[in-house]
């Protein structure tokens, strides 16, 4: 005898045996038993969920003669009299099948129609099933719109779809539709078990959730799968076989990326995606697989009960569900929508691994932003709260507004200026090979509206006395005679000058940070005449608004620290950032923030469960109002300071000063950066 495949063998012979279409099942049920039947059916949805099967046993319920011989229409055909057995067999005269797919043509459809004037032969309805019913062309689809409008008593036409859209209107309106959904891959692998069951073959609950997620709602795949896993792993379904034959990724790959995203492990990733690809598994089923693990991730973290609710014996779903503590849920939302752009992408890419890397490094890139590296390499003139917390590595416990470092002798306080960009003059002038010792140039220039110069003290010693032979190398440059400079100009402070001149009251809230001297590289001049525009340091909205007070210097100092422990991210460092730390006792906080956004619940908890694991205060209290001292504030003041010394630096270089003077060289507005 043949074998006959689980397909074939455990299809539904009555409504009671169909899986996972309750709807279908209750309407027809329910119209045959109050025998209100119409005329013509359509069954719509995807492959394997049952269309064929339905009309099959609709024909049977409307032709069951009972085991007696003496029933009528049925909702529970007896499968024993000679209607149901020729039904299910094929040879039941009054049941025709037809595939549209070959059988497309108005010819076809025309033949099948003139069967229709017959009554029928041995049953009580003739029944026509035209499958894949889309596939008729236009002509056809005319040709049977009369007879499917007013067909005779004895005749129902069962029509079945996957693809509902490409069905004329005319046709959907003279039809019952009915849709099969697809399958929950939990009902699939319920009527696996029963299936094997009977099969008396073993198999392990995770192969059987393998063959149940593979079949993606379809019945039919999934017991086609299953017989082709019999075969694989001879006449036994284990986990580690079932994966091997289906190819798909093994989700202790997908935990361990995950948990490493979560923790910011760039190695780990990498090192996985390599592992990936020395075991031949698809990036494409590795983004479909985190694209399923996040999504029950996000489901326990946004239901709680839904995660003690898990089957202890579903190692995953207990994994899922601690992995759904580490992640925060804002950056499972944002990596799973990253994987699911990222499947598309992988087509692009030369490499699918590499493409599965960047996908997983991006959200790496999202959480460590560039701008906290070490080195600043792409400042913008500009400083925002923002960018000012992205310099913080690069900002030292003197460059602090707050704390600044007292002065040394014979250094000259200034920041390290990166370079000064001068713009070409109109014809290029040869440079002399001989050092020229010229007196300083004089810039034309407005002054500063608030910021008076910085002129810090020197201490009194030997090496800064003006009448010793070994002087800086800026004393050998004379100062250019009265009648020498331009009327309406003000001439630059050279920086022997700021070095020997008395130290100014500021109007600063703040003294100047200390840095060490420098050299700048001198680019192409600029044309001439351009104007430099000179820095304000309390230029930005925040640093006017800054007004300091003795919590505040706590609170800046507290956010710096945890954001160098990098225990604050995204919207919670925002929020540590943009507030200001109002009052404090040993285990209560008061904060106020401006913005009514930065105050949510999520980021407040946050915030306050790593000011407690830094030992500060366990309840913090977030209000809305005006803000006049935070971190974000002493971060834009100080980088402003910093800007405007490093001008200051470079305006009285005697380089850049001969260049100006000599060649018209004028330094480009916003060339200037501290590093």
Request: glycine content about 6%; charged content about 20%; some cysteine.
């Amino acid at each position: 005898m043949s074998y006959i495949v689980l397909a074939r063998k455990y299809r539904p012979k009555t409504f009671s045996e169909m899986v996972g279409q309750e709807h279908v099942v209750q309407a027809l049920t329910n119209a045959l038993t109050q025998q209100r039947l119409h005329h013509a059916y359509l069954f719509t949805g995807t492959r394997g969920v049952g269309k064929t099967t339905v009309s099959r046993i609709l024909a049977k319920s409307l032709n069951c003669q009972g085991p007696d011989g003496q029933g009528g229409i049925t909702a529970t055909p007896c499968g024993v009299c000679s209607a149901c057995r020729d039904i299910d067999s094929g040879r039941f005269p009054d049941y025709t099948e037809l595939d549209a797919a070959s059988n497309r043509g108005v010819d076809e459809v025309q033949g099948l129609l003139e069967q229709a004037v017959y009554k029928p032969v041995q049953g009580r309805f003739k029944v026509f099933m035209i499958d894949e019913v889309h596939m008729l062309t236009n002509t056809a689809f005319n040709a049977m719109l009369k007879t499917l409008e007013e067909p005779p008593e004895y005749l129902k036409f069962v029509l079945a779809t996957t693809d509902p859209q490409k069905v004329p209107v005319t046709v959907l309106s003279r039809c019952l539709q009915f849709n099969l959904r697809p399958m929950a891959p939990e009902t699939i692998q319920e009527h696996l078990t029963r299936v094997l069951g009977e099969e008396t073959v073993q198999a392990e609950p995770g192969a059987l959730r393998l063959l149940s997620r593979a079949a993606r709602g379809s019945m039919r795949d999934a017991l086609s799968l299953t017989d082709q896993a019999i075969a694989f792993g001879s006449g036994q379904l284990d986990e580690t076989g079932v994966r091997q034959m289906l190819g798909s990724v093994d989700r202790t790959y997908v935990f361990r990326m995950v948990e490493a995203l979560a923790r910011g492990d760039g190695r780990t990733v990498v090192d996985t995606v390599d592992a990936l690809r020395v075991n031949g598994l698809s990036a494409a089923s590795t983004l479909e697989e985190m694209s399923t693990v996040l999504q029950r991730m996000a489901v326990f973290q946004a239901v709680p009960n839904a995660a003690a609710s898990v089957d202890a014996h579903d190692s995953e779903a207990q994994e899922m569900a601690r992995l759904a503590g580490v992640m925060p849920a804002d950056e499972t939302q944002l990596l799973y929508s990253m994987c699911l752009h990222g499947r598309v992408e992988l087509g692009l890419a030369p490499d699918e691994y590499s493409a599965l890397t960047m996908v997983l490094l991006r959200l790496l890139a999202f959480k460590k932003p560039s701008g906290e590296s070490t080195t600043a390499t792409t400042a913008t003139p500009t400083t925002t709260a923002p960018a000012a917390e992205a310099e913080k590595k690069t900002l030292t416990q003197a460059d602090s507004p707050a704390a600044p470092a007292p002065m040394q002798a014979r250094a000259v306080v200034q920041p390290p200026v990166r370079e000064a960009v001068l713009a070409p003059v109109p014809a290029p002038v040869a440079m002399p090979s001989e050092p020229v010792r010229a007196a300083p140039p004089v810039v034309e220039q407005t002054p500063p509206p608030a910021a008076p110069e910085m002129q810090p003290p020197v201490a009194a010693g030997p090496q800064m006395d003006a009448q010793s032979d070994e002087g800086p190398p800026w004393q050998e440059s004379p100062p250019l005679a009265p009648q020498q400079q331009p009327a309406m100009r003000l001439p630059v402070r050279t920086t022997q000058e700021m070095v020997r001149a008395p130290v100014a009251p500021r109007a600063e809230p703040y003294d100047e940070p200390e840095a060490e001297t420098f050299s700048i590289p001198v680019r192409n001049a600029p044309e001439p005449g351009m104007r430099t525009q000179p820095f304000n340091p309390m230029g930005t909205a925040a640093a006017q608004r800054l007004v300091p007070t003795a919590e505040g210097e706590v609170w800046h100092q507290t956010v710096q620290e945890l954001i160098a422990a990098e225990a604050i991210t995204a919207l919670v460092r925002e929020l540590a950032l943009q507030s200001q730390l109002i009052a404090r006792d040993q285990d209560h906080w008061l904060l106020r923030v401006e913005r009514e956004s930065l105050n949510q619940t999520t980021a407040r908890e946050r915030l306050r469960a790593a000011l407690e694991a830094a030992g500060h205060t366990r309840q913090i209290t977030v209000e809305i109002g005006k803000v006049m001292d935070s971190p974000a504030r002493r971060n834009a003041y100080a980088a402003a300071q910093r800007q405007r010394l490093a001008e200051e630096i470079v305006q009285a270089d005697p380089r850049v000063q001969k260049l100006i003077r000599d060649f018209g060289a004028k330094i480009v507005p916003g060339s200037i950066r501290p590093a």
